[in-house]
Structures are given as C-alpha cells and as structure tokens.
Nanobody
C-alpha cells in the first residue's frame, strides 16, 4: 500500500522560508516522477514542482527561482525548500507520486497523494 505523508508546513511572514518533507512508503521515490502541488481555498489544485527519476526538475512559473524540489532516494523522502515566501503561496501543499502520462504539472495525471500540509504566509 502506497503512503505519502507530508510534514513541515506552518505559518511564516512574507520573505521567510519553510522546508516541506514527504515520507514515502510502499513505493520507491527513485523509480518514478514525483511532485508537489498546492490548493488554495476556492481554487483548483495546481502543480508547483516535479522531479523525475533522473533528478530533472520542473517548476511552475510563480515559484521558479524561489522553490527547490529534491529527493533522498535512500531515505525515500521528497522535499520542497521554499524561500522568499509570499502571501499568495498560502495553500494546502500535497506531494504526489505515480505519474501516468500527459502534462507533468497536472494533478489528474498522478495516482497517489498525501493528506496535505498547510502553509500560511502573512504580509
């Protein structure tokens, strides 16, 4: 059974940093593309960043240059380092695995999801 468990969310002021972690069990983080997504109230879940099994990363335009996705294959953990946070980054952040095909920042193309961790950025 695949389980993804996010942690590391919290409340910070604008300009601050947070690092999210996603512990993976029942699945190998080294074998497939994984990603981070976020959903703000009243909005659809959107892609933030992905990393494939070669370590190639892709970022959504609003976070490029501020967020960094990485993974520790030995520990089976996915990370998202978030710097220079803005109020518009406030959302519930999810990690995802089990990419099927299609657009890599499209939430519908992933099979497995964590429960989410809340990030709140105040101005």
């Amino acid at each position: 059974q695949v389980q993804l468990v996010e942690s590391g969310g919290g409340s910070v002021q604008a300009g601050g940093s947070l690092r999210l972690s996603c512990g993976v069990s029942g699945y190998s983080s080294s074998s497939d593309r994984m990603g981070w997504f976020r959903q703000a109230p009243g909005k659809e879940r959107g892609g933030v960043a992905t990393i494939d099994n070669y370590g190639t990363t892709t970022y959504a335009d609003p976070v490029r240059g501020r967020f960094t996705i990485s993974k520790d294959n030995a520990k089976n953990i996915l990370y998202l380092q978030m710097n220079s946070l803005k109020p518009e980054d406030t959302a519930l952040y999810y990690c995802a695995a089990g990419f099927r095909s299609g657009l890599i920042l499209e939430a519908n193309n992933y099979n497995y999801w964590g429960q989410g961790t809340q990030v709140t950025v105040s101005s």
